[in-house]
């Protein structure tokens, strides 16, 4: 099995890119599937509602948050990616990479706390992750002009999710705890197909 773990700010386009490199891959004769995070199953897809669609949760401890995330990560797990067979492509929207990003170094979880965590819980890490770079104030301009389900975070202050931005150009260059597997980055000021078209020739260069 192969995990390709799909990040980028809100409003990169992970969703869209991530489905369309799904079917593309189906297309070219793999075994591939897509699963977002937090969700992916029904009871998990009911820790993503508890998590993100209350403003409330904003006052979360993040300690608190990482756990709600994992639990819902471990789920997804136990109920769709347990039982995939072995020759599949696992296309994940969002996953470790979003942890690491949001939870620790926007909000302060130590991230050996978070590997210690995943080894605990038997988390498998990434075999590659893939961060879609654009601009906050790109992701900002499409999360306005598109009608997308939305969630507490789409809302929060340009401060926060610069800070993202920040976050992910360090993980992804210094990936601590190799909790990313390999990392590369695709440009998402592009078209999808093109953006898509790049992850896929990075998931290739695996096989």
Request: net charge negative; glycine share 6%.
């Amino acid at each position: 099995m192969q995990i390709i773990d799909i990040e980028g700010l809100d409003g990169s386009g992970k969703t869209t890119v991530s489905k369309l490199v799904v079917k593309k891959l189906q297309y070219l004769g793999y075994n591939a599937v897509y699963v977002r995070e937090p969700g992916g199953s029904e009871i998990a897809e009911k820790i993503r509602d508890l998590i993100l669609k209350d403003d409330k949760m904003n006052e979360l401890d993040v300690a608190a948050e990482v756990l709600l995330f994992s639990a819902a990560r471990i789920q997804l797990h136990s109920d769709v990616i347990d039982k995939l067979p072995d020759d599949t492509i696992v296309v994940y929207d969002r996953y470790i990479g979003t942890t690491e990003c949001i939870q620790c170094y926007n909000g302060g979880f130590p991230v050996e706390k978070l590997a210690k965590l995943c080894d605990v819980m038997e988390i498998i890490k990434p075999d590659i992750s893939i961060l879609i770079d654009i601009p906050v104030e790109l992701g900002l301009e499409r999360i306005a002009a598109n009608s997308r389900e939305t969630n507490r975070n789409d809302k929060r202050p340009y401060e926060w999710h610069q800070k993202n931005y920040d976050a992910y150009r360090h993980i992804f260059n210094v990936n601590p705890y190799g909790l990313l597997g390999k990392t590369y980055r695709v440009s998402g000021d592009d078209t999808v197909e093109n953006v898509a078209y790049n992850i896929i020739k990075i998931i290739a260069m695996q096989k």
